[in-house]
Structure formats: C-alpha cells, structure tokens
C-alpha cells in the first residue's frame, strides 16, 4: 500500500492493511462499548405487545424491565447485567427494582423512561419536556371510563365563541331527542384520546385547566345545568355562585361513595378533574366564593391523598394532604385542617412509624381545630392505636378506646354530609380490631373482624381490605388454614379493585405464614396473591 493509497481513521491513525473497517481498533471497540451502553431503539408495535401493556397498567417500573428483557422482539433475553448498565445501574439494583415495591422517585422513573425510550402517552406519570396543549388548539377531552360512555355523552357547548366539552348524562340525552345526533360521539376520538394514567400524576395537574379539560372531566349533567356550568368554566367570575359550589360538593360526594366499589384507579381521574375545575375557577371568583371553593378543594384533595394511599404512592398522597392543609388554611377552614393531620397519623401508621403516628394523633386533639365529635372520636381511637403501637400496657390502650366509644355515642345518628361521616360503630370496631393486634391479642381481633364482616354492611373494596386484617390476626393466633382462606378471598378483591394497600397487608400474611408455606391452603393463597 502506498503512502497515497494509505486509508486512515477518523481520529487520523492510519489503517492496518488487513484492516476491512473504517476505524483503528481503539475507535472500534469505544464504538462497541456505546452500543451496549444504550439499548436498542425499539419499533412502536413493542410498547402494545400485551405483556408490555400488562406491565405498564401495573405501574411498576420493575415489571417493565421485566417485560423489555423478556420482549419477543430481542434477539434473546436481554440480561439484568445489560440492562443494568443501560439504565446506570448495578446488576443487584436492578434485581431490587423488579421484584421489589414499585419505586416513587419521579425523577429517576422519568431518566429510566427516557432511556428505553417509553412513548410518554403509555407512562403513568408525565415526562419532561412534552409538548403542551395550546389555549388556541384543540383540547384533548377527559373521557369517562368506557364501560360508562354509553351512559351519556360529551356535549360541545359554545360559550362566547369558545367550545367547552361537557357530558351529558343518558336520561337527559333521551329527553331531549338528541340521542339519534350523540349516538356517534361516545365513539369520537376526542372522547377516547384521554386515558385514566393521564390524570393520575400531580405533575400534570395544570394540565387540566387548559382549553376546557376540566368541564369534561365533570360527571353527567342534565340540560338544564348543562348551560350554567359551561358559563361558570368559562367565566368564573360572572357566572360562579353558591349553586355551582354546591355542584362541585355533590360530585365529590359521589366519588366518595362510588370509591368503595370502583377503586382507586377509576375514581381518581373524576376527582382530579374535578379538582382541576375548582382550582382554576378559584382564580377568578369573588374573595367569599374563593373561600367556598377552597373548602370543597381542600376536601377533594384530602380524598385524592387517600386514593393515593390505597395504591401505595406516599410520596403524591403527602403532596395531597399538603395541599390539602395548605387550601384548609386559606379558607380558614380549621376542622379540615386537624382533620389533615389525623389522616397523616394514618398514614404514618401505614408506614409502620409508630413514634410519628402517635405524636400526629395527639396534634390533632388540640382544641384549636374545633373538630366535630364524630372526628374527635376517630383521633382518640387513633391515638389509642399508637399507644399500641409503642407498647403502652393493656389498660392505657384500652382506656383510650372506651374514650373513642363514648365520644362517637354522643355524635348525631345521621353523621352524612359531615366530616368524617363514614366513622360509624362499625368502622370504630374495625379499628378497635388492629389495635387489639398491635397490642398482642390477636385471637381478639379476628373474632372482632369476623362479626363485623359478616354483617355485610362493608363496601367492596373495604370487604377485602379488612378481610386482609383478619388474615393477618388468624396467622399470627396461629391459624395457618384458615388464615390463607380468609387471605385468598381478600386478594381476589384486592386485584379486582386495584387496592395495593390490601395487597401489600397480604404480603405481610405470607410473610408470617412462611412456616406453613407447604400447606395446601397457604399455596393456593400465594397463588391467588401472585395472580
């Protein structure tokens, strides 16, 4: 090879003769080392293939590495060990991730995201740097779930020369004799272009103020309000009234009472809607209407961070009862917010954080919250669970109950439409019931739940979840059998309702029915559990 003939890399080392590539091997192998860095650029059809979409509706990172190393479309498996490295993790991490709780750090599920290059419309949360909806363009309309479209339809109602979108309910669709001109509009891509996993991330709350988004997100109204409410979304300050705050307290209300037989998952996106359109119409409204309409968000966002507690995301449900608080305080709303801190105690007490959960509890009996009795009567039970917790003697815990059982007889029979009105003598012996746990006596408890459970008097969801508490008090009385029955009927309600909070008490059952793990029963219970 001649000097004019010689053939040289880009970085300007010539070229062996026996060389067939166009780089030295140095630049060779930092070519190869990049291309195992970086994952494959992966084809859309990948992210439908239904054990991906079965791992993306989990919301659990971990089985979405899971399902990608696993995907058809590889070659072969793809192994932790590169995965790992793709993802700047160590091989045990990644191991961690993916048979471990789903992680809440947002930024690092939006890096990991980003790497495998995750379509931001699959993800359960939202991605950086998306583009935004413009005032100017059409909105993307928050659809009801779709086994409730054909129960009315959304309705484009001009406002001044802007188009809002908002549902009209079935009766009022059939009294009007639109039906033959809606039929086709349950089925339009605008009602179905939302998903539930676009409202369940508070990163895109404001998201549901722009260009109507909050008007559909509303529950079915009949004609007559149909006209009242597109005004008041459009302006706030003219059209917003009492009669409107009250709309919004009856919609909460019902998503309240639906949450026991939906779940958390369908009702959140209705919530957050609804949150969405008192947030932005705050803005807007008369200082004493402001007020009002803070009270009923503070409400709402406390029942988010709830809703956020049974699908075990702490992080987003403390960003809830922050907001929570923060809204109570400027409504000068002091009940809601004594109220916050008893729901904080209970989380804490979620979290297994003894010591916090007692001192939160005690905070909220201050005088200076002014809490109904019915409240006042859940916080003394509370407390007397954390006195559980920490070990005080028998008769300190119970005396607190007995305290908690007076103060809830004097409370009003009716309690609906007050604060705390779902803590009845049913749901006190309930709680009655893990306290009696945290205090040793298991037996007690399990025969506590049993009666109480057998009423029938429970919702769906709350069936399973304290059916997973008597799980948890039969195993630790030494009742393996039974213990795994009780614990297979909970998790069969626990996946159909998509409640994580029963399911994580579960796994503390397995965990305490290890000893028995080759018993028929408690088998077939971790099979049920890992369905």
Known sequence: MTRQDARYCSCGTRLARDNSADLCALCLRRERALEVVNPPAAPPEFWHHPTMQEALDSWHIGRVFYAYRLHPWHDRVVSQEAMATWLDLNQAQLSRIEGGKPPQDLAKLMRWAHRLGIPGDLLWFKLPNQR???????????????????????????????????????QAIEASGLGGVLGPLADSPAAVAATERGFMSPLNRRDLLKGGIAAAALPGLGLEELH?????????????????????????????????????????????????????????????????????????????????????????????????????????????????????????????????????????????????????????????????????????????????????????????????????????LLRDAITFTEAGKPGTAAEMFSDVISVGALSHRDTGFFNARRAAALALSG??????????????????????????????????????????????FREALSA
């Open 479 to 524: 009742e393996p059998d039974e213990a795994a029955r009780v614990g297979k009927a909970s998790a069969e309600v626990a996946h159909d309702v998509k409640s994580e909070r029963t399911v994580r008490v579960l796994g503390e059952v397995l965990g305490t029915l290890d000893r028995w793990r080759s018993r028929p029963a408690v088998r077939e």
């Open 132 to 170: 935004q909806v413009l005032p100017t363009e059409s909105p993307v309309v928050a659809s009801p779930p779709t086994e409730e479209l054909s129960a009315g339809a959304l309705l484009p109602v001009v406002i001044n020369g802007r188009t809002v979108l908002v549902p009209v309910d079935a």
């Open 228 to 428: 009242h409410v597109a005004s008041a979304l459009n302006d706030a300050r003219r059209y917003l009234d009492g009669p409107m705050v009250d709309y919004f307290r009856r919609q909460l209300d019902k998503a309240k009472r639906d949450d026991g037989a939906r779940g958390p998952k369908k009702t959140l996106p209705v919530v957050l809607g609804l949150i969405g359109a008192i947030e932005g119409s705050a803005r807007d409204v008369k200082p004493n209407v402001r007020r009002e309409l803070l009270t009923v968000g503070a409400e709402g966002a406390e029942f988010v961070g709830w809703l956020y507690r049974d699908i075990q995301e702490p992080t987003t449900a403390v960003f809830w009862y922050d907001r929570a608080m923060e809204w109570a305080q400027e409504a000068g709303n002091a009940p809601m917010q004594g109220y916050v801190l008893l729901k904080k105690s209970q989380m804490a007490y979620d979290e297994r954080d003894a010591l916090r959960m007692l001192t939160l509890a005690q905070a909220a009996t201050h005088d200076r919250w002014q809490l109904p009795v019915r409240v006042r009567a859940e916080v003394t039970q509370q407390e007397a669970l954390g006195r559980a917790m920490v070990g005080d003697p028998l008769d300190v815990v119970r005396a607190g109950l007995d305290s908690a059982q007076a103060l809830l007889e004097r409370a009003t029979e009716d309690g609906s439409g007050e604060l705390g009105a779902y803590f009845t003598g049913h749901t006190r």
